[in-house]
């Protein structure tokens, strides 16, 4: 079988997305996997498809590096956003499923291949503070943690003894934190990837959250190893609406692959 796929990457956070509205790719975790491995594949932090949907432009389906189902992945829905408004002539306002609801996208700008996409994120109503960190669902679970130096911070090592920690049952994404006023430097351990990933959207935007019950600000920029984003959103004691996610979704190659 051989399947036409488009390579793109939302500051450094890298898919491999499918059109499968004909529903074509079925593929098993194990097909997945090895198309998403670095070595013996295309290579990215994980896969999405866009399959048909009756009531949105879209729907959207994420698939990990290891090639199980995943959560809601932000960089991945500001990325086929992109595609879907490149390759499908969508306009500049689109709506698309997930697996965590109903999502808004808004096209900014578009050219030479880099599109700006702000993306409207899942409200969060519940926070649990801890011992320095604090833990809450953005469309995907994330342990934060403020630390002095994210440089200097092994995010594989002290990453993967949360993520598999007791406390989290079904494990969980692990930020890194820098706090210098409204601006942040996240460093996150995804889930999933099982390693650090140069950005991660619904950790930047965990970030935020947790970064505002410590400063009065709704609006941070972040930057991460792989490119800078923006989160804003509003607050009203501990309730987050309006969320929003916006950076760039850049287009890296496309190809076809052999199954």
Avoid at 52 to 81: H, L, P, Q, T, V
Avoid at 90 to 115: C, P, Q, W, Y
Avoid at 174 to 183: M, P, Q, R, S, Y
Avoid at 243 to 257: H, M, Q, R, T
Wanted: charged residues 25%.
């Amino acid at each position: 079988m051989i399947v036409n796929f488009h390579k793109y990457h939302g500051a450094g956070n890298d898919f491999i997305i499918i059109d499968n509205r004909g529903l074509q790719f079925a593929a098993g975790e194990d097909i997945i996997a090895r198309l998403c491995h670095r070595r013996f594949g295309i290579g990215a932090d994980g896969m999405l498809l866009l399959e048909k949907s009756a009531d949105y432009d879209f729907s959207m389906r994420y698939f990990n590096s290891d090639g199980r189902e995943g959560s809601m992945c932000g960089n991945g829905g500001r990325c086929i956003a992109a595609f879907a408004y490149q390759h499908l002539k969508l306009n500049e306002k689109i709506t698309f499923l997930a697996v965590d609801g109903i999502h808004r996208a808004e096209i900014l700008k578009s050219g030479n291949g880099v599109t700006q996409v702000r993306l409207k994120m899942a409200d969060v109503s519940h926070i649990q503070h801890g011992d320095g960190f604090y833990f809450l669902d953005t469309g995907s679970p994330h342990y934060v943690a403020f630390v002095e130096n994210a440089d200097e911070t092994d995010v594989v090592a002290e990453g993967k003894k949360v993520r598999y920690s007791p406390a989290f049952p079904e494990g969980t994404n692990v930020d890194f934190v820098e706090l210098k006023n409204e601006k942040l430097y996240v460093r996150t351990y995804e889930r999933g990837v099982e390693d650090e990933t140069l950005s991660c959207g619904t950790g930047v935007t965990a970030s935020a959250i947790a970064a505002s019950m410590i400063i009065p600000a709704n609006t941070f920029e972040i930057t991460t190893r792989g490119g800078n984003l923006k989160v804003s959103f509003t607050k009203e004691k501990e309730q987050f609406t309006d969320v929003w996610l916006e950076g760039p979704a850049a287009f890296v190659y496309k190809g076809d692959i052999e199954i």
